[in-house]
Structures are given as C-alpha cells and as structure tokens.
C-alpha cells in the first residue's frame, strides 16, 4: 500500500483495529525497528525517522464547533513545540496545519506523515439526537473540511510523504475530502476485504493454545469449538467483490482469554445515534435483515439525507450477505450482534420491561415443543411489558399496526436466540416471520383485527410455506389476529400444513 500510493481512507467499524493500524503506521515511520524484530516487515522496510502529524479524534474532543476548533489550535500548537518549531504564525487552524507541514519539510528535510484516526467522531457523536445537534454535526464537518482541505493543494501534496485517514463511516468522506483527487478509499476494495479483522485460517494458525483450552473447558472437539466460535464472531464482509468473511478481533480476543461465548463487542459502546435515527424515522426494524438493496445505498454521504442501512453496515450492526448485479443483500453477521442489537431495540425503541425476556424465552420453548396452548398466553405477556404510550395510535394506517406487532414478535424470539427469520420473500409476495427449528417450522402471519383464518388463507394463497415444504421440514401455519383496542391476541390458528 505504502509503496503504491500516498493518501488513503479505510472505513471499518468500531473495536476492529483501526487505531492499531494506525499506531503501527507510526512505529514504521518513527523508524522502530526494535518492534518488528523477527517479523515479516524487517527486511522490506527502509528504517527511516519521519516527521509524523497524528490527529485522534477519540482524543480531541468536539461537543459544539468552538470547542472543536480550539481544541484543534491546541492540538496544532503541541506539535509546533514537540518540534521544537517556535514560529507560530496565526490562530487560524487551516493556517497553522499548513505551516507545520511547512515548517516539519524544512527542519527535517523530510517528507512528512499525517494519520488521521476516527475523523468522523465530531459528526457521528452529534447524529439522530435532533435539530440542534445535527447543525453541530454539520459545522463539524465544514471545519474538518476547511482543516483537511489543505493536503489537497499542490504546494502541499509535494511534501507528504504518506496519508492514512481512518473512520467508522464513508458518508462523510465525500464532503470533507470532495477536492483530494489522490485520496484512495480502499474500504470496499477487494484486495483489502481481510484487511482488519481475522479469517478463520488465522485463528486456527496463531491461537492453537486458546483454542485448546476452549475445547477442553466446553467439552468440545475442534471442529465443534470452531463452530460455536463461527456462529458467534463471524461473518463481517466487507467487499461486494470478494466473498471473504472475518471475525470480529476485539469478542474473539475476549472469548478466548475468557472461555465463554458471550456478547463483548457490544459492550464496548451502545450505538445511540443509530437507535435514535431508527426512532426518528420509525423504521420497520423487521425490514433490516435480508432485503435487497441498490449497492448505491454505499454512495449515500449526505447528513441530512443518510441511508440507515448503510450506517448499520459501516457500523458493524449490518454486512453483505449476497450481491445479485447491482444489487446487495445485507444482515446481521453473527448471532452476536442479532442478539444484543435487537436487546437494544426492545430497550430503547418499546421501553420493554425485563420480564419480557422470560415470555419471549418460554415462548420460544413453547413453539419449539409445540405446546400450542400457551403460545397465546405468552404472546398477551410479551405486550403487557411494553408501556401504552408507545403503542401505535389509532387513526394511524393499519399497515403501521401491523409492523409494530410483527416487530415485538420479531424482536422477542431472536434476541433470545431463537431463528427468527422476516420478510421473507416468495414468488406471490412477502412472509411476515417464520420461526425455524431443526425439524419444524412455523409460517406466520399478523393481523389486526381481521381474524386469524384470513392470514392462515393468505399464507396458503401466497406459497409462504412452500420452500419449507420442499426442504422436508414439519410446517405449521400461524395466523395472529392482533385487538389494537386491548393490546392483546384476539384471534390465534394454527395448521400443519404439507401442502
């Protein structure tokens, strides 16, 4: 990379070792050769001390633009005194990283180095939390903009020896970096698909000790430890072009110090701004996973127009499952983000009360031993642990009505764990939700205030339960007919089905 180009942007979600990368760029180019001692890097790399500009936006903080801004003079005049340069010649912050760069070519007769880390945390910190906040955002940006605007000019681009920019999103790149024709956004590029994050060849290679150890604590053989490790760490993909799949570094590292298949990614860090669009814009929460989307949704950058399906894949919370032309699919990568993601949801989008897991867990158990008889019971638990002001109101379209209970439904079996797949699409329409077992399924279908025998003959007319049918599964057909007066199940069928 660094002998092909000068300036490049890669977008990877949070915790995947973006700041690493950026730290082991600065050892390489402080000319460290005590840390790469024994590695493949010590015979191929000319050791040379350059003069290097870091810019952490972890570390510089930006709650309104003045702070920003003077948290970035503050920034700039360090580096005048850590390099023992002693003009500083103005307050304006463009003026003064220009003159740096400067001042750094002329002392060290050496091109210079800039790393950029997390860039887009003044924008992102201010996203999905109101009007107010947005305009924050926007100044953010236009100050970044006018800052970094300054490698784009010739008399500049001639003294960088090399650039790195790193970020959680690509929307903003367009705008802040829209004049620097050299910048390289290697995001999505193939070669660079297992760029950060670990390939199962990786893991198996480097940690056979963990490894080991995991099996013996979990009673597992290698190829069922691996499994259980896939189900839970893997499946980020990050190039439309390239069907390579990675682990998430930061749960995998944890898993196996600890022993335990867990949730830790989600952990580090809830993502508010994304919960508080999904509510702004009252999304259909259901409709995230598995539906098909234009891959221009990538080239959407605007902040006030922003695809929440691309923010969910350049957060993590999303990846690409499958491309079809010009067409992708997205979904969750592994039962760990499904399962805290939706956690979340229920907390934030339905103030659900914690008893609502309990209902959705025996729920799940219920179907799964067909116990059909408490199935309904369970449904009306679920609904009386969300509060009555965030139910849909009633003059509001029946289709609206309908998302929001096929959502508390969706939500409550898949983040216990449950297979809850939706929207799931058959030659004569859309499938509201089917609940997958081993052995069975169960085709279902929600209504307010319809009857159930109608959505048992809708899923019979639309061929929902066909392609469970010709995968030799048991199909049960589920119509729910929803009272949105009581807030409860007016109406529940079910049929085995064979077709």
């Known amino acids: 990379m660094i002998d092909e180009g000068i300036c490049y942007f890669l977008s990877r979600p949070r915790r995947f070792g973006k700041s690493l990368t950026i730290n082991t760029l600065k050892e390489l180019f402080r000319g460290n050769r005590e840390l790469f001692r024994g590695l493949w890097i010590e015979d191929r790399w000319e050791f040379k001390e350059y003069p290097i500009i870091i810019f952490d936006f972890n570390e510089i903080g930006a709650p309104d633009s003045e702070t920003l801004i003077s948290n970035l003079r503050y920034h700039l005049k360090k580096e005048f005194e850590f390099y023992g340069i002693k003009k500083v010649p103005s307050d304006d912050i463009g003026i003064l990283f220009k003159e740096l760069i400067v001042g750094l070519k002329e002392r060290f007769n050496m091109e210079v180095v800039i790393l950029i880390d997390e860039y887009d945390k003044p924008i992102l910190d201010h996203l999905g939390l109101g009007s107010k906040r947005l ?41 802040i970096f829209s004049e620097w024709n050299n910048l390289q956004d290697i995001s999505m590029e193939p070669e660079y698909a297992d760029f950060l994050g670990y390939s199962e060849d990786e893991i198996i290679r480097y940690f056979p000790d963990y490894l080991e150890r995991l099996c013996k604590e979990k009673g597992l053989s290698l190829d069922e430890c691996m499994e259980r490790v896939r189900y839970w760490y893997n499946g980020y993909r990050f190039s439309v072009e390239s069907d390579i799949q990675v682990y998430n570094p930061i749960s995998l590292m944890y898993c196996l110090k600890r022993g335990e298949f867990k949730n830790y990614w989600f952990r580090t860090g809830t993502p508010t701004f994304l919960v ?19 891959i221009s949704v990538f080239d959407a950058f605007e902040l006030e127009h922003l695809p929440v399906e691309s923010l969910l894949y350049q957060s993590g919370y999303l990846t690409i499952k499958d491309s079809v032309g010009e067409n992708i699919f997205l979904g969750y990568p592994n039962q760990e983000v499904k399962i805290s993601f939706h956690e979340v949801l229920f907390k934030y989008l339905y103030d659900a009360e914690y008893h609502v897991y309990s209902y959705g867990r025996r729920l799940g158990e219920a179907l799964r031993s067909e116990n059909l008889s408490e199935v309904k019971e369970l449904i009306n638990g679920i609904f009386s642990s969300i509060p009555y002001s965030v139910y849909p109101k009633s003059d509001e379209p029946e289709r609206i009505k309908e998302y929001y209970y096929h959502t508390i439904m969706y939500l409550s079996l898949s983040l216990l764990g ?82």
């Open 135 to 175: 305009k924050i955002a926007e100044s953010n940006r236009e100050i970044l903009k006018r800052l970094f605007g300054i490698l784009k000019g010739r008399g500049i681009v001639d003294l960088l020896r090399f650039v790195f920019v790193t970020g959680v999103s690509r929307f903003t790149k367009v705008s």
């Open 276 to 294: 508080s669009l999904l509510k702004e814009r009252a999304y259909h929460i259901p409709e995230l996973e598995g539906v098909e989307y234009p």
């Open 418 to 499: 449950y297979d809850a797949r939706t929207e799931l699409l058959s030659s004569r329409g859309r499938l509201d939700m089917a609940v997958i077992f081993k052995d069975r399924v169960y085709v279902l279908e929600f209504k307010v205030g319809k009857g159930a025998e109608g959505a048992i003959l809708q899923i019979k007319q639309k061929g929902y339960a066909d392609r469970f049918i010709a995968e030799g599964k048991r199909v049960i057909l589920c119509g729910i007919s929803f009272d949105e007066d009581k807030r409860e199940v007016e109406e529940l069928s079910f049929l085995p089905f064979s077709g």
